[in-house]
């Protein structure tokens, strides 16, 4: 589910919820236009969670937006990944900060804004769901990725997460009467 994080929940986004409530389809949730100005990521959860009636676990968390768009914190793996405006038509090489409390993502976003971040993340680990795949593949909970789809960035880890969950959505399912694997690596596809 691609949400525009300046606009919020849309009505084709509740009619996409109904179609995958009546399936029992897990649901991956993707801010999208990071950088332009959003609204507040909080409220984006709560309009979620409250129109759609379905948890939030937030996956990565964002670092400004607008002008100010600095990259996204990847909760789960305590990295900051830096995004570099201009660069949407190519696969950026992503430079990684390891660790919230690093001297070098201060020196990458600027003092104030990496201690908003830590302010934000202290308040969302505290509010916000965790993820828990048993509840994902029950269509309960959502993980929300954000990112700039036409800036190229934060798609790959909500990628990362349709590849290590988005199989056992489907096995679990078995909705699906062809599937195979691809390559070495065990990838399942469906037709």
């Not at 309960?140 to 959505?169: C, S």
Request: hydrophobic share 40%; aromatic share 8%; net charge negative.
């Amino acid at each position: 589910m691609v949400i525009d994080a300046a606009k919020g929940v849309e009505d084709r986004t509740r009619k996409l919820m109904e179609v995958t409530r009546l399936r029992d389809t897990p649901i991956l949730t993707f801010m999208n236009k990071l950088d332009r100005d959003i609204r507040d990521p909080m409220e984006l959860l709560d309009e979620v969670e409250n129109e759609l009636k379905i948890g939030c676990a937030p996956i990565t968390w964002p670092i400004g937006c607008g002008k100010l768009f600095k990259g996204v914190y990847h909760l789960y793996k305590d990295e900051t990944y830096l995004y570099q405006t201009g660069k949407g038509h190519t696969i950026q090489e992503v430079r990684i900060v390891k660790g919230l409390n690093n001297p070098d993502l201060d020196a990458a976003v600027g003092e104030d804004l990496a201690q908003q971040l830590r302010d934000e993340l202290e308040l969302v680990q505290g509010a916000s769901n965790e993820f828990d795949e048993e509840l994902f593949l029950a269509g309960e909970i959502t993980p929300v990725f954000f990112g700039t789809a036409l800036g190229n960035f934060g798609v790959d880890h909500m990628l990362d997460g349709l590849v290590a969950w988005g199989a056992r959505a489907d096995a679990a399912s078995n909705r699906y009467p062809r599937c195979g694997s691809l390559g070495r690596e065990v990838h399942r596809f469906c037709l």
